[in-house]
C-alpha cells in the first residue's frame, strides 16, 4: 500500500476513533434530573448537556409556560419527560416552546386548560428576527407519546392551534389529540420563513380524536402551509395516523404546500375529505376511508397541479358536492394564489371505492371557476355500489381527463369511454374489504387499514366523552316545588329524571350541565310551572332530553326574555343536543318575546328535535336560531328537525334559522319538517320578518306533508354553495305562496317545489 493511502487511513480511523468516545463520554456523562417544580426546570435547563434528560415529577403542574431550549446531538438528544407517562398532568393557561437541534418530549399530558398563546405546542419560541436565524426553531426535534385532551379556549370562536411545527426535520408521533373544540386548526405546518420551507417533517402514529362540529371555518384538524406560501414545498411527511370522526369543517386536511406525501392514514366517520386546497406535485397513497354511511362523510378533494391519487380505498362515503367521495374541482383562470389553480397533470389510478355516493367531476364550475381539469389521468380504478346506481356527477367539460381500464358498476351516460361493467373479480379479504381478485383493478389485497390500537401513546385510553340519552340510571321524583331541580342535580351523566303524576313547580332555573332525560311515568300526566325566566339553562357539557310533559309559562315573570329552555349566556366549547318529545307548551305569552327555545351567540346545537309536540299561545318564536347574525358562516344548530307536531297562535315565525355569509366551509344547517300543522303562526304586530318560517342559508331543506292555515308564508333565502331545498305535498289556507330567493351571485341554484296546494 502507498503511503500516502496509509496514512489517509489512518486519519480515517482517527476520526472515527474520535467521535465514538466522544460520542460516549457524552453519553456517559449524561445526566437524569428529576424537577419537582417551575424554578427547579429552570435551574435543571440552564445546564444541560447533550443526553441530558429533564424528569418532571407526577403531578399536576398548573400554569407552566414550558420552554423547552437547547442543542443536543443526533446520538445524544437533550429529553424533556415525565416521571411516569400521563401521571405529569399540564394544566391551566399552558404550553410548551421548543427551541434547538435534536430535542425530544414525552410523556405529558395537557388537560383541563388551554394556552395562553397560539399554540399549545410550538417548535419555535419566539419569531426569527432574521432569515439565517435558526436559533428561535427546532430542528431535529420530536414530540412522542404527548396527550392534548380537551385542552380549548372557554372562548368558541377564539383562534388557537394546539400543534404549530416550524424548523426542520421535526416529528410528532405516537400522540393524541382530542376534543379540540374551539376556533383554529389542530394542527399545522408553517412555511412562513425560510427556516421552516423544505422542511422534511414527519407526523406519524398519531391518534386524532372526535373534534365537534364548528359550525364555521377554522376546524381543519389538519394544514400544511398556507395559501401565501403554497407554491413553497414542504416535504412533509403525513403516515399512519388515525382520523376518528374529525368533523370540525369540510376539510379535515387542508393541504396548502407542495411536495407532501399522505400514505397509509385512516380516517373513521370523519365529515369533510382530505383535500389538495393549494400546492402542487403532492401525493396521497394507501389510505383508508371508512364512512359507514354517515352524513357528509368524504375522502379525496383535488385542486392544482401534478397530484397523485394512487392505491386508495373508500367505502361507504355520504359526502356530496365539496364533500364528496372523490371530487375533482374546477379552477379558475389565471387564479391568484389563494383561489383555487386548474387541475394539470392529475393522476389518479387504483383506487377502491365502495358504495360512495357521489364522484364529482369540474366540481365548482361557475362564473368564476371556468378552468377544467387538463392532462390527467383516470385509469384502473375499482367502483362499486351495491344499488348499482353511477356515482359520477360531471358539472363541466372533462375531456382532459383521459380515462382507461375502470371497472364500475353500472355504466355513465357521461363517460362513455374507459370503463368496463363489472369487469373486475370482486373478492372481499379478511376485514371485509372488497379488492379485484385479478389485481387489475382498484387497490391492492395487501391494503390495510392503520387501527385505532395502534396509534397515539399505547398508555392512554381512547375514551368517549359523550353519554347517550337514557343510557343511564334513573331518579324518580314526585310532585311538589323544585322536585325536578333537585332531581336533576342527583342523576348521573346518562340517566332520567323519572316524574310522578302531578303539579310540578319551579322556583329555579333547572341546570343542565350533563346529558339528562326528564319525562313522566309511563301513562302519568305532568303539568309543569316555573317562575324564573326560563326553566331549564343548558351549559357546557350538557344536552337535555324532555318527554311526556305539558309546560305551561303562565306562572313565568311579566318581563322580557323568557323561554322554556335556553341555552347559556356564555360560550359553549361542547356541543349540546336537545329533543322534545311528547310534550305540550302552553300560555308562553305573559310577555313580548317569550320562545320554547331560544339560543345564545357562541352556541352550537348538534341536533334539535321536536316530535309529537304540541304548542299554543307564544308571542315569541317556538326556535330561535338567529343570533350568528354577523354573516361571517356560523350558525347555532347543525340539524332541525320536526315531526308530527301542532302550532297555534304563535306571533313570530316557528322558526327563524339564520348562517349569514358566503363562505364555503360547513355543510349544514340542515331543516327538516314534516307531517306538521301550523294555524295562525307569524301574524304578531311584532313579527318583522312576516314569516311562518324563516330560513337564510340553510344548506340542506326538507318540507312536506305540512299544513298551513291562516299563516305567514314561508321565506327561504339562499345564500352560497348549491343549497339541497325540497317544498313538497304540503297545503297552504289562506296562507302566501313559498317566497324562495336566491342571494347567492355566482351560481343560481335549484330548488324542488312541487305538488303543494294553495286554497282560500
Not at 382532459?400 to 361493467?421: H, M
Request: aromatic share 8%; proline share 2%.
Amino acid at each position: 500500500m502507498k503511503k500516502e493511502n496509509v496514512n489517509i487511513a489512518k486519519q480515517g480511523l482517527l476520526v472515527v476513533l474520535v467521535s465514538f468516545f466522544m460520542s460516549f463520554s457524552l453519553m456517559g456523562c449524561a445526566k437524569e434530573i428529576l424537577v419537582n417544580s417551575q424554578e427547579q426546570y429552570a435551574e435543571a435547563l440552564s445546564s444541560v448537556k447533550p443526553g441530558d434528560t429533564i424528569v418532571l415529577a407526577n403531578g399536576e403542574w398548573k400554569d407552566f409556560e414550558i420552554v423547552f431550549t437547547g442543542k443536543g446531538t443526533e446520538k445524544a438528544p437533550i429529553t424533556l419527560t415525565a416521571q411516569t407517562k400521563g401521571k405529569v398532568l399540564i394544566t391551566g393557561e399552558s404550553n410548551l416552546a421548543l427551541a434547538g437541534e435534536h430535542l425530544v418530549v414525552s410523556g405529558l399530558v395537557f388537560t383541563n386548560g388551554y394556552t395562553p398563546s397560539d399554540a399549545v405546542i410550538s417548535f419555535r419560541a419566539a419569531k426569527p428576527v432574521a432569515e439565517d436565524d435558526y436559533s428561535t426553531v427546532a430542528m431535529h426535534s420530536r414530540v412522542t407519546e404527548v396527550v392534548i385532551d380537551n385542552f380549548s379556549n372557554p372562548e368558541r370562536f377564539e383562534t388557537d392551534s394546539w400543534v404549530l411545527i416550524y424548523g426542520k426535520h421535526n416529528r410528532v408521533d405516537h400522540s393524541n389529540f382530542t376534543g379540540k373544540r374551539n376556533k383554529g386548526v389542530l394542527m399545522a405546518v408553517r412555511l412562513d420563513t425560510t427556516h421552516s420551507r423544505e422542511n422534511h417533517h414527519e407526523i406519524d402514529h398519531n391518534y386524532f380524536g372526535p373534534r365537534d362540529i364548528l359550525g364555521s371555518n377554522g376546524g381543519e384538524t389538519l394544514r400544511i402551509g398556507t395559501s401565501h406560501f403554497s407554491l413553497s414545498d414542504s416535504f412533509t411527511l403525513v403516515e399512519n395516523n388515525y382520523f376518528d370522526r374529525c368533523n370540525g369543517e369540510l376539510e379535515i386536511i387542508s393541504n396548502k404546500s407542495g411536495s407532501n406525501k399522505f400514505i397509509g392514514n385512516t380516517f373513521f366517520e370523519s365529515r369533510g375529505t382530505l383535500t389538495m386546497r393549494h400546492g402542487h406535485g403532492n401525493v396521497i397513497e394507501n389510505n383508508v376511508f371508512f364512512g359507514n354511511g354517515k352524513d357528509h362523510t368524504g375522502g379525496i378533494r383535488v385542486i392544482n397541479e401534478r397530484q397523485t391519487v394512487r392505491n386508495n380505498y373508500m367505502s361507504d362515503l355520504a359526502g356530496y358536492r365539496f364533500g364528496g367521495g372523490l371530487v375533482v374541482m374546477n379552477g379558475v383562470p389565471n387564479s391568484a394564489i389563494n383561489r383555487y389553480h386548474q387541475v394539470k397533470n392529475a393522476v389518479i389510478e387504483n383506487n377502491t371505492l365502495v358504495n360512495v355516493d357521489h364522484i364529482q367531476l369540474a366540481a365548482g364550475s361557475d362564473k368564476e371557476r371556468t378552468a377544467t381539469p387538463v392532462d390527467s389521468k383516470f385509469s384502473n380504478n375499482l367502483i362499486v355500489n351495491d344499488d348499482k346506481r353511477n356515482p359520477f356527477t360531471v358539472y363541466d367539460d372533462v375531456s382532459g381527463i383521459t380515462f382507461s381500464n375502470n371497472s364500475i358498476s353500472a355504466a355513465s351516460k357521461e363517460l362513455k369511454k374507459g370503463f368496463e361493467v363489472d369487469a373486475a373479480k370482486i373478492a372481499k379479504n379478511d376485514q371485509g374489504m372488497v379488492f379485484d381478485a385479478s389485481g387489475t383493478y382498484g387497490a391492492s389485497k395487501s391494503l390495510k387499514p392503520v387501527r385505532k390500537q395502534d396509534v397515539g401513546a399505547s398508555w392512554f385510553v381512547k375514551s368517549e366523552d359523550r353519554k347517550a340519552f337514557q343510557s343511564g340510571k334513573t331518579v324518580k321524583a314526585g310532585a311538589g316545588q323544585n322536585s325536578i331541580y333537585d332531581a336533576v342535580e342527583q342523576v348521573e351523566d346518562g340517566g332520567v329524571v323519572e316524574l310522578a303524576a302531578g303539579d310540578y313547580v319551579e322556583a329555579k332555573t333547572i341546570t343542565i350541565n350533563k346529558t339528562v332525560t326528564v319525562k313522566a311515568a309511563a301513562g302519568e300526566k305532568v303539568n309543569i310551572e316555573f317562575y324564573k325566566k326560563s326553566l331549564f339553562e343548558v351549559v357546557d357539557g350538557g344536552s337535555l332530553q324532555l318527554e311526556g310533559l305539558a309546560i305551561s309559562g303562565a306562572s313565568s315573570p311579566d318581563d322580557v326574555g323568557n323561554a322554556v329552555v335556553r341555552t347559556s349566556r356564555y360560550s359553549m366549547l361542547k356541543n349540546y343536543r336537545l329533543e322534545l318529545k311528547n310534550c305540550e307548551f302552553t300560555d308562553l305569552d305573559v310577555n313580548r318575546f317569550f320562545n320554547v327555545v331560544s339560543v345564545s351567540k357562541s352556541t352550537l346545537a348538534d341536533n334539535i328535535l321536536l316530535e309529537n309536540v304540541s304548542v299554543k299561545k307564544v308571542t315569541g318564536s317556538v326556535l330561535k336560531l338567529d343570533l350568528e347574525s354577523d354573516d361571517y358562516g356560523i350558525y347555532n344548530a347543525e340539524y332541525v328537525t320536526i315531526k308530527n307536531s301542532q302550532f297555534e297562535d304563535v306571533d313570530g315565525p316557528l322558526i327563524t334559522y339564520y348562517r349569514g355569509g358566503t363562505d364555503e366551509s360547513t355543510f349544514g344547517p340542515h331543516f327538516e319538517m314534516t307531517g306538521s300543522t301550523l294555524k295562525n303562526v307569524g301574524n304578531g304586530s311584532k313579527n318583522k320578518l312576516n314569516a311562518s318560517l324563516y330560513l337564510h342559508g340553510v344548506q340542506v331543506t326538507a318540507i312536506s306533508n305540512n299544513k298551513w292555515l291562516d299563516s305567514k308564508p314561508v321565506i327561504i333565502e339562499h345564500t352560497v354553495g348549491e343549497p339541497v331545498t325540497s317544498v313538497v305535498d304540503n297545503t297552504f289556507v289562506n296562507t302566501a305562496k313559498l317566497d324562495l330567493q336566491e342571494l347567492y351571485s355566482k351560481k343560481t341554484t335549484t330548488a324542488v317545489i312541487k305538488n303543494n296546494t294553495y286554497k282560500k
